[in-house]
């Protein structure tokens, strides 16, 4: 039983026990894993707490919103690197990877590039994104999330702006390797942590892709679940496993473990603990499963902060789950 559950003394000795263990980054390189999470850099400006425990617990950064297609050129050929710029600037200050999240994605694109643009005009918008973005953070961004989502819930490809292109999805890993030939370049997707249709669509791609010699180095895993997730239930580990043969580099992109159903608050938190636990077990037990990054870290500002995902509270307290993926990251 957590220290924590013997009341206000034993959250003071658990929160203690927490700050006097080595930081999650440091545990998790003993491990040879990068620990990373979602950001928002504002609030690298704003409070000084996010910032704070953002340095000291992970080994990895990723923008949660600054680096997508609308937030890096709201209209054509003019870009805003600001909030990327600062992100990128606290991560080399901090020594911490970068995942760049993300080239081509159905979502959060600007409006403009809802305009009906030939194929050529295309191929020079696809263009002229990736090689400005990779292009500015070349050798500072160690692996870009290149597609995202492409494969739709029904497993199929999804309808997209890109679309008049048809080729869209290879031209972008192509585009991408041009401009930083030293970036990984990963495929992300959700829904896709265990056996079925659309990991089983996802597989198909990537191997096609792999056969036809278009650069890409790896897949992220996004696992936005709840409380009730089982990896073993879903075959997780035999799913990572046929993308390792691939030859693909393994990443936990975007997790976090929505709190669900009527039972007791301590109860819902040891379940949330349980599977970060158990995910983490699986990226461990995989040797291509290289990074573990959380969409988030603090309670407060998740982007599904009403059912509470993360392993901070809204006070930047640890939560069962911190300890728990410290636990598991201490096992041998
Ligand atoms: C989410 C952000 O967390 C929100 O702040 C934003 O409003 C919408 O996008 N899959 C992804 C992420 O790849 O980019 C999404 O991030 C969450 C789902």
Known sequence: MPLWRYG???????????QSAP??????ERRGILIGAAVEPNLLVEEPRYAQVLAREFSLVVAENVMKWGALQTSRGQFN???ADLLVDFAQKHKQAIRGHTLVWHQQLPRWMYGNFSRSEMEAILAEHIRTVVGRYKGRIAYWDVVNEAI???ARLRATPFDVLPDYLERAFRLARQADPQAKLFYNDYGAEGLGPKSEAIYNLLKSLKEKGVPIDGVGFQVHVD??????????AE?????????LEIHITEMDVRLVGGQPQA????????????VLQVCLRQPRCKVFTLWGFTDAYSWRAASEPLIFDDRYQPKPAYFALQRTLQQP
Do not use: C, H, K, T
């Open 8 to 18: 206000v003394v034993g959250l003071f000795a658990a929160i203690a026990l927490a």
């Open 23 to 28: 930081p999650l980054r440091e545990l998790a």
């Open 81 to 83: 690197f600001a909030a």
């Open 152 to 154: 739709g819930d029904d």
């Open 227 to 236: 409380q009730g997730f089982s990896p073993q239930r879903v075959g997780m």
């Open 239 to 247: 799913n990572l496993e046929r993308f390792a043969r691939l030859g």
């Open 267 to 278: 109860e819902r938190l040891e379940a949330q603990a349980r599977v970060y636990q158990e």
